[in-house]
């Protein structure tokens, strides 16, 4: 009998232990995303496996792009330190369960918000980097200029997981054309199979196509057609059921678009804390107590635009300066005829 | 003394019982904070995707139930394919591997050392990516075996169109049946009566009669669709008609069968060397031909040795197709735990269904290559 006295002991204490667990769980209530990443010292943020412009690494691991640049703003925010950033490749498929499950506290990767995503699989969209649809590209040796010269029989590479594979349904039912879809996993595996021959053309975000062009075996051969057939406001995500960690994200974007509305850069944000207008002030944290309410001190937003820059400068270096999108269309300020509006910093 | 024995498995049955528990509870718990709920539902709902290729009828107006169906037969398919052929190649190379020539003994160590030792995900993409650049555009492709053509696009070729298909098959199913009662009552007579029929023979006959009665009169009608080159834009094409045959089910088919011929080719060498030379020599020299004495004394020794090990290799074939969907083959992974668990967000559910069905799939190529198994091995006394 005395035998097992030892294994029922060690038993009990693993009940215990596993008891200590989730009543944890169940108090930690407050921001636990933001009290855990203080503690591991760099927020856990989801990226794409590479795409140039958005998020992509160099060959030192050095990760560049606007929805990189998301995440740097939130650990300039939190850390104090835009460097302090844990990037994690996912693909279109491995993105959300990634996200709710906890692997990563911020998923910016070009995902698109919609309704079932935001209200029906536990996530929270924040807001929007990045305004964009879904376009077709093509050899242009192939003569075809315009999706209205699509012909029944025509295949078309894309990713699965996406609203991609969804639209492309919508769009060639619509017209009454047959197609096949040849979709992979992987993004690095559609640009293969398409520059290969495989398929007729290759649909995605046009952003997307812009920035996979480039890793084409000879860009110049295709082209990205006129249409767009859908809407996809890209943006990051963060898990449903932590408002303070939403908040401190949604208003780390916020932040680094304002500035660029009132002319804050990186290179003038500390001078800017003299500015008579009270609503730069507010935004390089010289006046009132804009951090407060996340428990961050009053300067979380000055670091963004000192460290990350503001949305402008992002955009510049990443898309512009690079040559996938020159022209930033819908994705210039309100006040300059794009639709780039966010709430005041107040 | 008897709670002594039993406090142990209690014990355990106890701690097992409480880890689920405490798991389901956290899982429970995650989800309820985070809106998701658990449920079967979906599987009803609208998939709105299309998918490349399918052996049952199915568009995107169909339910996730039905893209189910599709993922796991496009599964079946590749296994199955991969199986036989995997199996006639590993014969053959495991047969090889005994050779007392030199050349094809030495080959034949070279491929199972070779093909073996590359991962199978990189074999598949070299398959895949390597025959996408080898083969021709549709247009430039040049006709074989009469009416088909191997393009980047896939291989397209005839197709038959049957009118009445169903009579047709019936009379098939109604063929094997005669065939199965004809063997049992030729092995009766065998034993009974030493009597032997050409029993391959007359099998064979009843295969092709009783079938080929319907076209006579049951209506059924058979004629042949072929492949039409279409251009589809100044330098694209494609072909109409016919049956056409994707490049990823060709690529994934190769790759697992040269893969898993490997091993099942190791499993036949020492399958045969595991039976005695003594058993050879004794069989012939009771007037044996040399046929007989390969079906009657060395394969069932053999096969005892072969299967088991070789039941393995097929349900790891079957668990490899599942690195279909690097190659974009619709199976069940990529179908239904791929786009179907992004578009739903149930992925507990998707995972729970995708895990049990091919748990059944193993269960039972396990279950019929062990009655197989029994079937064909000696009977120890
Ligand atoms: N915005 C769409 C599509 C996003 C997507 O995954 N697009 C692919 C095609 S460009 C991609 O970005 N792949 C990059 C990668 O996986 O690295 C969505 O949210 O569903």
Not at chain 1, 97 to 111: F, K, P, Q, V
Not at chain 1, 270 to 293: C, H, Y
Not at chain 1, 301 to 321: F, M, P, T
Not at chain 2, 331 to 342: C, I, K, P
Request: some cysteine; aromatic content about 12%.
């Amino acid at each position: 009998m005395f035998k097992y006295v030892k294994q029922l002991t060690s038993l009990v204490a693993m009940i215990a232990v596993l008891f200590t667990f989730t009543t944890e769980t169940m108090a930690a209530k407050k921001s636990k995303t933001l009290k855990n990443t203080q503690k591991k010292g760099f927020v856990r943020c989801g990226v794409s496996q590479g795409l140039p412009g958005f998020s992509n690494a160099d060959a030192a691991g050095n990760w560049t792009g606007v929805d990189v640049d998301v995440c740097r703003a939130v650990a300039a925010a939190v850390l104090g330190d835009a460097n302090k950033v844990k990037f994690t490749p996912l693909s279109a498929k491995e993105r959300f369960t990634a996200l709710t499950s906890g692997e990563i506290d911020i998923l910016s990767r070009n995902t698109t918000w919609t309704l079932s995503r935001d209200a029906d699989i536990g996530l929270t969209f924040v807001g929007v980097n990045f305004y964009d649809g879904q376009g077709f590209m093509v050899r242009k040796d192939s003569g075809i200029t315009s999706t209205s010269q699509f012909k029944d029989g025509i295949s078309a590479c894309t990713n699965i997981g996406t609203t991609t594979e969804l639209n492309m349904r919508d769009f060639f039912n619509s017209k009454g054309i047959s197609y096949t879809p040849v979709a992979f996993e992987k993004a690095d595996e559609v640009v293969a199979a398409y520059d290969a021959g495989r398929c007729d053309t290759y649909t995605t975000d046009k952003s997307g196509l812009a920035a996979q062009r480039t890793k084409m075996t000879n860009p110049d051969d295709h082209m990205v057609l006129p249409e767009t057939i859908s809407k996809e406001p890209l943006g990051p995500v963060v898990r449903q059921g932590d408002s303070v960690w939403e908040d401190i994200v949604r208003w780390s974007l916020n932040t680094m678009i304002e500035a660029e509305e009132y002319g804050v850069t990186s290179a003038n944000a500390d001078s800017m804390k003299t500015s008579d207008n009270p609503q730069i002030k507010r935004l390089v944290g010289a006046e009132g107590e804009m951090g407060a309410a996340f428990g961050l001190d009053n300067e979380w937003n000055l670091r963004i635009i000192k460290q990350v820059g503001n949305y402008g400068e992002s955009y510049k270096r990443n898309i512009a300066d690079t040559g996938i999108l020159p022209d930033r269309g819908p994705n210039e300020l309100w006040t300059k005829g794009g639709i780039l509006y966010v709430p005041p910093s107040r | 003394m008897k709670f002594k024995k039993i406090l142990p498995q209690f014990l355990t049955l106890l701690f097992i019982v409480l880890i689920f528990g405490f798991f389901t509870m956290n899982a429970q718990e995650n989800m309820d904070t985070r809106g998701i709920e658990f449920g079967f539902g979906f599987l009803s709902k609208e998939a709105s995707f299309d998918i490349q290729f399918s052996l049952i009828d199915y568009d995107g107006s169909m339910s996730y139930g039905r893209a189910y169906l599709v993922g796991l037969l496009n599964t079946l398919l590749v296994s199955f394919i991969g199986i036989i052929l995997s199996t006639i190649l590993g014969i053959i190379i495991g047969v090889a591997r005994l050779s007392p020539n030199y050349l094809i003994n030495k080959t034949a160590s070279f491929y199972v050392e070779f093909f073996r030792n590359v991962p199978l995900l990189l074999q598949i993409f070299f398959w895949y990516f390597a025959a996408l650049r080898a083969l021709p555009m549709p247009e430039d492709a040049s006709l074989f075996f009469g009416s088909s053509y191997m393009t980047i696009k896939g291989l397209y070729t005839v197709a038959p169109v049957w009118n009445n298909f169903d009579i047709f098959f019936i009379a098939l199913i109604i063929a094997i049946i005669v065939i199965f009662f004809f063997n049992k009552f030729a092995k009766k007579k065998q034993e009974e009566e030493g009597k032997q029929y050409p029993k391959f023979f007359i099998s064979l006959g009843i295969f092709i009669i009783i079938p080929a009665i319907t076209f006579i009169v049951g209506g059924v009608d058979l004629s042949w669709s072929f492949p039409e080159l279409k251009q589809l834009a100044k330098t694209s094409f494609t072909y109409e008609g016919g049956m056409g045959i994707p490049p990823e089910l060709i690529a994934l088919t190769l790759a697992l069968t040269l893969y898993t011929a490997t091993f099942i080719a190791e499993n036949v060498r020492a399958g045969i060397q595991g039976v005695g030379k003594g058993q050879k020599e004794a069989a012939a020299s009771i007037g044996l031909t040399p046929s007989q004495v390969l079906k009657l004394v060395i394969m069932p020794q053999a096969l005892r040795i072969i299967i088991p090990p070789t039941t393995n290799q097929y349900l790891n074939l079957t668990k490899n197709s599942s690195l279909a969907a690097a190659i974009a083959y619709p199976d069940l992974v990529l179908v239904f735990a791929g786009t179907a668990m992004m578009q739903t967000g149930r992925a507990i559910e998707i995972v729970g269904i995708t895990m049990a069905t091919y748990l059944t799939i193993s269960l039972a190529i396990s279950m019929f290559m062990n009655w197989y198994n029994k079937r064909i091995a000696i009977q120890e006394k």
